[in-house]
């Protein structure tokens, strides 16, 4: 498959329908092109897009999982798409990919949609972030637990992000990405 169908697949922002395995089959084929190549090649998909029709925002979340979290702040730049549930964790550093969790290797998309009343961050401000201070990522993604321990850990790390555990609409937004990965 080509690079441009692996980021069209990724790029979609319907966050309802979120797939972790296009994120995946994204980070996996543009970490081998380098820092400087994988961002090129993101911009040049975008260059071929009406971005006022899609604003390919799934894009956001490739870069999220391409690059590490930086040491300092300790997590990744918020995404400004508008509101979200669950909100951002009152501590940014105790989900430092949101609104993914990565666990075993597997971005799970933790809200399903945002709720805007303006005009959304471009992805391209990401891009331009990614390229002055980023660090790709050391390895490729491999996810290689069984679904049930990853959701374990999902239900773990979100009540030490927000003190309780997720709601069951949450668990079963994993639970439909598990299933299908």
């Known amino acids: 498959m080509s690079l441009d169908r692996i980021l069209s697949a990724a790029a979609s922002g319907d966050f309802a329908h979120y797939s972790p395995q296009r994120v995946i089959d994204a980070v996996n084929a543009l970490l081998p092109l380098g820092k400087d190549g994988a961002l090129a090649a993101i911009e040049s998909y975008l260059a071929k897009r009406n971005l006022e029709i899609d604003a390919e925002e799934g894009l956001f979340l490739v870069l999220r999982v391409l690059f590490e979290v930086p040491a300092n702040p300790g997590y990744q730049p918020p995404m400004r798409l508008g509101g979200s549930s669950p909100p951002p964790p009152p501590v940014p550093q105790s989900l430092p990919h949101f609104p993914l969790v990565l666990i075993d290797d597997r971005p799970l998309m933790m809200v399903s949609g945002f709720f805007l009343g303006g005009d959304a961050e471009p992805v391209t401000e990401h891009i331009h972030h990614f390229r002055a201070t980023g660090t790709l990522r050391g390895k490729a993604l491999d996810p290689s637990q069984s679904a049930s ?3 374990g850990q999902y ?7 927000y003190g309780t555990l997720p709601s069951q609409h949450e668990i079963a937004l994993i639970e439909g990405q598990l299933s299908g990965t």
């Open 149 to 151: 321990s990853v959701l």
């Open 155 to 161: 239900q773990a790390i979100y009540k030490r992000a």
